[in-house]
C-alpha cells in the first residue's frame, strides 16, 4: 500500500481495513484485530460510535464513522479525504 498500491474496501468489508474491528454476538461487542492497513478504526455511521469508542478500548481509540453511500481514501502521508460525505470522528 505505501508503496503505490490502490485497496478498496465497500460497505462493511471497509471495518477490516482498521487497526481493529468488533462484531456483535447477541447482545455482547467482540473485538477483532484488523488488517491494520488504516491507523484507525472504519465503521458504518449507522450505530451509536461513541459508546463503541468506550468498548472497544477507550483512551486511544479513534473510530471514523463513514455514512451511507461515503467513504474515504487514505493517502500515504496520512491525510484523510471524505468521499461523497462527511466523515464523523469519534474518539474518547
Not at 451511507?68 to 493517502?75: T, V
Request: charged share 15%; aromatic share 10%; net charge negative.
Amino acid at each position: 500500500y505505501l508503496q503505490g498500491a490502490v485497496v478498496i474496501a465497500v460497505g462493511s468489508a471497509m471495518s477490516l481495513l482498521g487497526e481493529k474491528s468488533w462484531y456483535q454476538l447477541n447482545e455482547s461487542i467482540v473485538p477483532f484485530t484488523g488488517w491494520k492497513i488504516f491507523p484507525h478504526v472504519v465503521a458504518e455511521d449507522s450505530e451509536d460510535l461513541e459508546d463503541m469508542v468506550e468498548q472497544l478500548g477507550g483512551a486511544g481509540v479513534v473510530i471514523l464513522g463513514i455514512g451511507a453511500s461515503g467513504g474515504l481514501i487514505f493517502n500515504s502521508d496520512g491525510l484523510v479525504e471524505p468521499v461523497r460525505g462527511m466523515v464523523q470522528e469519534y474518539r474518547w
